[in-house]
């Protein structure tokens, strides 16, 4: 016997995901029908520019980087 999660899993891919799948990650459907991701979003010439202009900002930043031990 399956639940209905699994169901609704086997029916809904990624390229064209149901309702259910896009507000389970926190999406929602957008007004103008179409799909905003990195790819599409970078493509958008104001988008690419605000990018270009923020990402070597942020590459100077130091990261703290923490390295787990056995007593945790």
């Known amino acids: 016997m399956t639940s209905a999660l699994e169901t609704k899993a086997a029916t809904s891919g990624t390229s064209l995901p149901a309702p259910w799948l896009i507000e389970a990650f926190g999406g929602s459907p ?3 029908k179409f799909r905003v991701n990195v790819s599409t ?3 958008c010439p104001p988008v690419k520019h605000v990018v270009d202009l923020i990402s070597p900002t ?3 930043l130091p990261i703290r980087l923490l390295k787990a031990n056995p007593t945790g």
């Open 30 to 32: 957008t007004t103008s």
């Open 41 to 43: 979003a970078m493509r």
């Open 58 to 60: 942020l590459a100077t």
